[in-house]
């Protein structure tokens, strides 16, 4: 089955604690994305990735790292993470065509709580 | 970063009824896609749209690329209580190799039964 597969679904932990969100999709999709989405402001890019080793920030990248070693791969990095990064975090994937836009496929999502 | 202008941010309305929400931006896309989002779940494609005027329907769902290609709206006719969910459109841009991709804000729609 086609998927974007996010682990861990729920997290709880402390701040200044590394974690690491992890994101696979099993399509061989080009471009991969981070997402957080917070009440009242839909959804806001953090980061995304046009193909391995290629990653770029999107409109809220502060606090987070990521990286494309492989192509099914895209892990979402928070080195200390804080409060303010409680969240609902979204991976998506898609094709990248130089013909047609390719709508991107989504994750069940990851709820990070940092106390 | 931007952010498309999306409304209303919420409605509820009696089962039955047809439902009409819309997306404004102040830049072109070239993709205006629409998702549906349930609790506790990720945001899942209803409609994609490719080209400014295009009217596309699935099912009892449609959805128009403005002519403009800085808006879009869905419609949903004879509501049912499963159409309960967060809708959220998306502008698309991709050119020469680049991707990025905007969201709305969100519709919650509310169905009465």
């Known amino acids: 089955e086609a998927q974007v597969t996010q682990n861990p679904r729920y997290l709880i932990t402390v701040t200044g604690k590394k974690l690491t969100v992890t994101c696979s999709q099993n399509m061989n999709h080009e471009y991969m994305s981070w997402y957080r989405q917070d009440p009242g402001l839909g959804l806001r890019q953090i980061y995304y990735s046009m193909n391995v080793e290629v990653t770029d920030k999107g409109d809220v990248p502060e606090g987070y790292k990521v990286s494309r070693k492989e192509k099914r791969n895209f892990p979402l990095i928070l080195e200390s993470p804080s409060p303010n990064q409680t969240s609902l975090y979204f991976c998506?994937?898609?094709?990248?065509?130089?013909?047609?836009?390719?709508?991107?496929?989504f994750g069940d999502g990851t709820r990070l709580s940092i106390l | 970063g931007q952010q498309l202008n999306q409304s209303p941010q919420s409605m509820f309305i009696q089962e039955g009824e047809d439902v009409s929400m819309n997306c404004t931006s102040s830049s072109i896309f070239n993709t205006w896609l629409w998702y549906k989002q349930d609790p506790g779940e990720g945001p899942v494609l209803l409609i994609a749209?490719?080209?400014?005027?295009e009217l596309t329907s699935n099912g009892r769902l449609t959805a128009q690329f403005g002519i403009t290609r800085k808006d879009s709206f869905l419609n949903i006719s004879a509501s049912i209580p499963s159409d309960v969910g967060i809708y959220f459109c998306?502008?698309?841009?991709?050119?020469?190799?680049?991707?990025?991709?905007?969201f709305g804000t969100g519709t919650k729609l509310q169905v009465i039964p």
């Open positions: 749209l490719y080209k400014a005027g």
């Open positions: 998506a994937s898609s094709l990248l065509s130089s013909y047609s836009n390719q709508p991107q496929h």
């Open positions: 998306a502008g698309q841009i991709t050119s020469g190799g680049y991707q990025k991709v905007t």
